[in-house]
Nanobody
């Protein structure tokens, strides 16, 4: 059984910073892409940032230059450093990971439970 657990959400003023963390645990043989998505009320879940491996990253245009994703494969963690936050960044943030539990099996996509980020004065 694989679990992804997020931490670090909260309330911050516009222009402020937050750091989200996500750790994967359980039956893990290997981890492929790790990423962060967000979902605002009444909207679809959308990609924020993804790290296919420790060497590459991709970002949504709306967060480029403000957010930084990083991963530590030794610790099975992915973090999202969010700077210069705006009210439109308010959403529930979910981490995701493609994880292979056993050799020879296809990887499955796993999600965390979500953490609320609210940007408001």
């Amino acid at each position: 059984q694989v679990q992804l657990v997020e931490s670090g959400g909260g309330l911050v003023q516009p222009g402020g910073s937050l750091r989200l963390s996500c750790v994967a645990s359980g039956s893990i043989f290997s981890i492929y892409a790790m990423g962060w998505y967000r979902q605002a009320p009444g909207e679809e879940r959308q990609l924020v940032a993804i790290a296919p491996n420790v060497f590459s990253t991709m970002y949504a245009d709306s967060v480029k230059g403000r957010f930084t994703i990083s991963r530590d494969d030794a610790q099975n963690t992915v973090t999202l450093q969010m700077n210069s936050l705006k009210s439109e960044d308010t959403a529930v943030y979910y981490c995701s990971a493609d994880i292979k539990e056993r050799p020879g099996e296809d990887p499955g996509l796993y999600w965390g439970q979500g953490t609320q980020v609210t940007v408001s004065s």
